[in-house]
């Protein structure tokens, strides 16, 4: 199990379409994915479990991944949080 | 500065089911709906466990179908909106809520749904207020597509004022079994299928209100005066002692029926037959009590409602053995009268679905589900001869009539091959309903043994009018010359082949137009239990030869408004 402190970088934070990106993009690896913030605990794929952290800008969240592909999962949704979630317009 | 709630607001509509009720106000609105907890049964566990899943793969299959067409930007918000269906999570807690739980799938959807809704809210983040909204849709539809069979109906208090922006003929039904005493709708028109199924339940009904729903959240009580089309919200003390005495009156009037017992013939003792049109065993009751001389109109459609389709014959065996029995006179049973979409949600959406595929076009396109209903109606037949007829909605060509009896003696033979006692007499008969039937009645004529005359739907075919439509309602005019003109071509052509003719739609309910059938000649009208009354009251305190005159005269009238201003005059003199 590897954990990882992460911020928000994007402006409009957490919200629907990041999410859905964040949860697509989890989904693919095996590994289970869960994000905790301010003493929530949701599961990282669940794409309402994210929206409800309400993760603004600046938000601090931890990652915590576990499973036989752990760290190519954390590899890849690291570069999208960097990315802003491939939000161009934001 | 105080919002006054408390005084009389007055709501006007048009008058979709004549009376008066008092009572007190119970809104739905479909969006603001809260569903109660609902616990099931072990053994439903499983069925309601499939029912969730199959409402996700259909608002998948909705979404997917939705998407095909857009521009990135939206097909991206779709794709959140299937993540949102399909997530992992939601589906574990909703199976939990299901399977450990025991709570019905609709709760089941609306208490997990709420749980991530509320957290939203409570994060008082702004942004993500406005993802509520989109949420709670999805929850909605998730709902109504896991329930789609299974109406939600709420707790009533018995003579309850049902407000509404519309509802569906089967909810209606439901509510009406709680006993509410009227209803109000904010859309439709005066021949919206609610307002017809309130006519034949004798609810006092008004459509078209618009505003009646957003009005009535604070109102206590309301008087409904359907005639006047208006609805009194939170009624004042002088208002609601002046609308009591009006019920008393109009109940003394109803308990004494007087007429009932009369013999149906004009003054001059010319024999009439004033019959039922209903849908439902319920309204059995009220038709015998009016005085109903058999069912000259048995609707099947809430068959197909119902879901009966995918049920078997013998569930249709036991409606219409259950109509028969409790009737007495003839019984003429009309086969399905529905559109496409009522068969299952893939069939594609038509831009004119009264112009589409309907009635008996759908039905000789669905051979199987004809021949079901054709067994069904020839099998009660056997068990009441002579007292059964077959009615055939929406014919528009000639061809059409010789496929069906193709089809009905095809079925003739089947059953006779197994041994099944038919009533080999049994009368076929066609709906004149689309201009094109009525102005080639003469060749229809010699194929069929009677014809009815749906005048509702004879109206809006031949004046153009969607009779849904209340933008265009006015023009929607049963009175017209040129209806007049039609039903005399179809009357002559009956008469010419010696063919039986009755009347089935509104205008046979109402004075005016039962007025000029009779005296055109139709003695055989058909109509909703509630408005036998009121019609053969009129009809046998008068002779032939008035009705006559004014028969002829609409002939001849250019307006609607000419035939109903000869109306009232001779209404005052006569």
Same mark, same amino acid.
């Given at each position: ?90 | ?121 409570? =994060? ?247 021949? =079901? ?202």
């Amino acid at each position: 199990m590897i954990k990882k402190k992460v911020t928000i970088l994007n402006s409009s934070g957490l919200h629907a379409r990041p999410s859905a990106a964040l949860v697509k993009l989890a989904s693919k690896f095996k590994s289970d994915f869960y994000i905790h913030m301010y003493g929530y605990r949701v599961n990282g794929k669940s794409i309402l479990g994210v929206m409800t952290l309400a993760a603004e800008q600046g938000a601090e969240l931890v990652f915590e991944i576990d499973g036989s592909d752990e760290k190519e999962a954390l590899k890849s949704i690291l570069e999208l949080v960097e990315n802003k979630f491939g939000m161009v317009n934001e | 500065m105080s919002i006054q709630i408390n005084g009389e607001i007055s709501i006007k509509g048009l008058p979709g089911s004549d009376g008066i009720a008092i009572g007190k106000v119970l809104v739905i609105d479909h969006k603001a709906k809260k569903i109660q907890p609902k616990k099931i049964k072990s053994e439903s566990i499983l069925t309601n466990l499939k029912q969730f899943a199959s409402s996700r793969q259909k608002f998948l299959k909705e979404l997917n179908e939705l998407s095909n067409n857009l521009d990135q930007k939206t097909a991206g918000i779709l794709e959140t909106q299937k993540h949102i269906v399909s997530d992992i999570e939601i589906e574990q807690k909703i199976n939990t809520a299901i399977e450990d739980e025991h709570y019905s799938v609709d709760y089941s959807i609306y208490k997990v749904f709420n749980e991530f809704i509320e957290r939203l809210r409570e =994060s008082g983040s702004e942004l993500f207020q406005q993802r509520i909204i989109d949420i709670e849709n999805i929850r909605d539809r998730l709902i109504a597509l896991a329930c789609e069979n299974e109406a939600n109906i709420f707790e009533v208090e018995k003579g309850a004022i049902l407000i509404v922006k519309e509802i569906s003929p089967t909810d209606l039904i439901s509510y009406h079994e709680k006993g509410i005493s009227g209803l109000i709708m904010d859309r439709g028109g005066v021949t919206s299928h609610a307002a017809l199924i309130a006519q034949s339940l004798n609810i006092p009904c008004i459509v078209s209100t618009k505003i009646a729903v957003q009005s009535a959240s604070l109102a206590k009580q309301a008087i409904i005066d359907a005639s006047n089309g208006e609805l009194v919200l939170n009624p004042s003390k002088e208002k609601l002692s002046e609308f009591r005495k009006r019920i008393k009156k109009l109940k003394r009037a109803r308990k004494v029926l007087k007429n009932s017992k009369a013999a149906s013939e004009t003054k001059d003792g010319v024999a009439f037959h004033l019959r039922a049109n209903i849908e439902f065993t319920q309204e059995l009751e009220l038709a015998h009590r009016c005085g109903a001389e058999g069912i000259g109109l048995l609707r099947t459609e809430a068959l197909l409602y119902e879901g009966f389709i995918k049920k078997s014959e013998s569930e249709q065996d036991k409606f219409y053995e259950e109509i028969l029995q409790n009737s007495s006179g003839p019984v003429t049973i009309r086969l399905f009268d529905v559109g496409g979409d009522k068969l299952n949600a893939h069939t594609p959406e038509e831009a004119n679905p009264f112009l589409g595929w309907r009635g008996i076009r759908m039905l000789l396109d669905e051979k199987e589900m004809l021949i =079901s209903q054709l067994r069904a109606i020839l099998k009660i037949s056997g068990k009441f001869p002579n007292r059964v007829k077959i009615l055939v909605p929406m014919i528009s060509v000639f061809e059409e009539v010789i496929e069906v009896k193709r089809t009905i003696k095809q079925v003739k033979k089947a059953l006779d091959k197994e041994g099944i006692e038919i009533d080999d007499s049994i009368q076929v008969g066609i709906m004149i309903e689309v201009p094109s039937a009525a102005l080639l009645a003469n060749h229809i004529a010699k194929e069929v043994d009677f014809f009815s005359i749906g005048t509702n739907d004879l109206t809006q075919y031949t004046l153009a009018v969607d009779r849904g439509n209340d933008q265009i309602s006015k023009l929607y005019q049963q009175h017209n010359p040129a209806i007049w003109r039609l039903i005399k071509l179809t009357k002559e052509a009956a008469d010419e082949h010696k063919i039986d003719l009755t009347v089935c739609g509104q205008l046979a309910g109402d004075v005016l137009g039962a007025i000029c059938l009779i005296g055109m000649g139709i003695t055989d009208l058909s109509m909703s239990p509630a408005s036998i009354s009121r019609v053969k009251e009129v009809l046998i305190t008068r002779s032939r030869e008035e009705l006559s005159e004014i028969s002829e005269y609409i002939l001849s009238c250019k307006t609607t408004a000419e035939v109903q201003q000869f109306y009232e005059k001779w209404g005052k003199v006569s």
